[in-house]
């Protein structure tokens, strides 16, 4: 069984920085695609930043440009750089391993003003 365990969250200004970390343990193929999902309070949770396997990412429209999807295959950990932070980027966000549908127990990110 894969486990997710995310660090890194906490309360940021605007325009600051936080980095989140994602750990995975257990049987985990570093060729499939790692992702990172936020889920504001009353919305549903959306796909932020996606990395496969061999490096290629693709992110959301609202955070392109600002946040950077990076993974050490060596220590089964995703990153995800959120640089330029907005108050509309606070939210819980989770680590998902696509292969096993997994998630992580989730962050919370809070950009006050």
């Known amino acids: 069984q894969v486990q997710l365990v995310e660090s890194g969250g906490g309360m940021v200004q605007v325009g600051g920085s936080l980095r989140l970390s994602c750990a995975a343990s257990?049987?985990?193929?570093?060729?499939?695609?790692m992702e990172w999902y936020r889920q504001a309070p009353g919305k549903q949770r959306e796909l932020v930043a996606a990395?496969?396997?061999?490096?290629?990412?693709k992110y959301a429209d609202s955070v392109k440009g600002r946040f950077t999807i990076s993974r050490n295959n060596a220590k089964n950990t995703v990153y995800l750089q959120m640089n330029s932070l907005k108050s509309e980027d606070t939210a819980v966000y989770y680590c998902?391993?696509?292969?096993?549908?997994?998630w992580g127990q989730g962050t919370q990110v809070t950009v006050s003003s």
């Open positions: 998902h391993y696509v292969y096993s549908d997994r």
């Open positions: 257990g049987s985990i193929f570093t060729i499939y695609t």
């Open positions: 990395i496969s396997g061999n490096g290629r990412t």
